[in-house]
């Protein structure tokens, strides 16, 4: 499966984006979607996760109550809805899919992964 992020950009602090993940393929609804970040000389972090058809979803706790992952298998698209934005959500945000959903927050799991989107929170 190959991935396109979008939906990046600089917003103030407080603000909200919403970032989307297209997938290539007919098989999206086969696997587990994740959302990653990774900020300036920071390690690549977890952030959301969603399983196949929606029914289970977890987050990070950095932001949890802010951000919102879901998924429409019908247009083979993930999307994560950040709301009240803080300068410290600030890197590059990667989609990635999976099989499987056993061990969501490692990374080295996700086997395709999407290109990047740059967020950028101002204070």
């Known amino acids: 499966v190959q991935l396109q992020a979008c939906g990046g950009g600089l917003v103030q602090a407080g603000g909200s984006l919403r970032l989307s993940c297209a997938a290539s393929?007919?098989?999206?609804?086969?696997?587990?979607m994740g959302w990653f970040r990774q900020a300036p000389g920071k390690e690549r972090e977890f952030v959301a996760v969603?399983?196949?058809?929606?029914?289970?979803?977890n987050y990070a706790d950095s932001v949890k109550g802010r951000f919102t992952i879901s998924r429409d298998n019908a247009k083979n698209t993930v999307y994560l809805q950040m709301n009240s934005l803080k300068p410290e959500d600030t890197a590059v945000y990667y989609c990635?899919?999976?099989?499987?959903?056993?061990?969501?927050?490692?990374?080295?799991?996700?086997?395709?992964w999407g290109q990047g989107t740059q967020v950028t929170v101002s204070s």
């Open positions: 990635a899919a999976a099989r499987a959903y056993s061990d969501y927050k490692n990374d080295n799991g996700y086997p395709y």
């Open positions: 393929g007919r098989t999206f609804s086969m696997y587990v």
């Open positions: 969603i399983t196949w058809s929606g029914g289970s979803r």
